[in-house]
């Protein structure tokens, strides 16, 4: 039985990339083969383009909607300087040793040529039920499937969900799915609820293999200290990197900043050629690190650092929360700073605890993977 997978599986986000990595790895230990479907939206062709907007008349409506809605998000245009388009190629390299992924490109009018190929289909976890994105166009809620296996593993919506119409969507969307779990707490009791069934909470991909399970999958970044701190941020609030250099100053320890944004060559000490490898390795061999990512964060925890976390954005934006919910999940809920840069150093996590917490979780989440590919 061949396996085929949908998520988000390169980016220029580290998260992202080890995910979808991580997930394949999983499936692949288990004995099942495996791989990423390379879809894109629209044929680039003429004709492909025509007959989409034919079939999807009101898609040029809801992409401007979104493009208006997405410009209260970050800028990312920034992705086309040279710098930043060196980390996407290490990222591209990336998965091109080390995750599956289709060789055929599948376009939304042609997708359904995957039923040949694949007897299960499983979407994965980064985002891939975000509710801010074009969602109705999306291949991640499987609507071409038909007597097929579809299962969803650790699915995210970035945000706890309440709005009346994409819940209606996602309860008509994922009522055919064979099996579905959800990465988020809040949001597995939600679709618990919507679709009366029920919705584990299980574990991101990235936290299904332990630390040396990534060892051979990181890369050193030379003429580093000892002793560092790693400061990775994905937003653009001065509070973290203040609070880093806080903590460096008074530590004695320097701080390196992992350039991410161009708002990150203000500090000394920034990396900037770092792909997903190096920050596996960076997070490995750090003292602390300060960071507003999700991934940041669970590795943090996954290598026994020390970690100090903050929101992403100002204000109640939409994935703001995720932080605080997964340090709550582990009993360090201290470790999240809100937004002021002279607070007090959390205490030290006790990792015999986290430790004990995060290996049942793991336990129970390979225990659901496995059930679902037999």
């Known amino acids: 039985m061949k396996i085929g997978l949908l998520s ?40 492909g383009k025509v007959v989409f907007l034919l079939k999807h008349p009101l898609f040029l409506i809801r992409s401007k909607q979104t493009r208006k809605k997405n410009s209260k998000d970050l800028d990312y245009s920034f992705l086309r300087e040279p710098d930043f388009v060196s980390i996407i190629k290490k990222n ?53 499937v038909n007597k097929k296996i579809k299962s969803s593993y650790a699915c995210s919506m970035g945000r706890p969900v309440d709005e009346v119409n994409f819940k209606k969507f996602l309860k008509n969307r994922l009522r055919s799915f064979d099996n579905v779990s959800c990465r988020d707490r809040s949001n597995a009791i939600m679709l618990s609820d919507l679709l009366n069934r029920s919705v584990p909470n299980v574990l991101d991909p990235t936290l299904l293999l332990n630390k040396n399970e990534w060892k051979p999958y990181m890369a050193k970044v030379e003429n ?23 903590m460096g100053k008074e530590l004695g320890i320097p701080v390196y900043y992992i350039m991410t944004r161009p708002s990150s060559c203000q500090y000394s000490n920034v990396l900037k050629d770092v792909g997903a490898a190096e920050f596996l390795w960076l997070i490995d061999n750090c003292e602390y690190l300060v960071t507003d990512s999700f991934h940041g964060t669970i590795f943090a925890i996954n290598f026994h650092k020390q970690v100090i976390a903050f929101d992403k954005h100002e204000g109640n934006m939409y994935d703001n929360g995720r932080i605080k919910d997964v340090l709550s999940s582990y009993g ?43």
């Open 8 to 47: 988000p599986y390169c980016s220029q986000n580290h998260g992202t990339v080890l995910q979808a990595f991580a997930l394949a790895y999983k499936i692949k230990q288990l004995g099942k083969d495996c791989e990423y479907l390379r879809w894109n939206l629209l044929n680039p062709s003429t004709w």
């Open 92 to 144: 591209e390299r990336f998965v091109e040793e080390n995750t599956p992924v289709s060789q055929k490109l599948y376009y939304s009018d042609d997708i359904t040529d995957a039923l040949i190929e694949y007897d299960h289909f499983i979407v994965g976890s980064d985002q891939t039920w975000c509710p801010d994105a074009l969602y109705q166009y999306s291949p991640y809620y499987l609507p071409y």
């Open 224 to 246: 580093m200290p000892e002793r560092y701190i790693v400061c990775y941020i994905l937003g653009e609030k001065k509070v973290i990197g203040e609070y880093a250099n806080r």
């Open 332 to 374: 360090i809920e201290q470790c999240y700073i809100p937004d002021s840069s002279d607070k007090e150093f959390p205490k030290a996590i006790d990792y015999c605890a986290v430790d004990e917490i995060l290996q049942n979780r793991r336990n129970l989440s390979l225990d659901y993977l496995e059930t679902i590919i037999k």
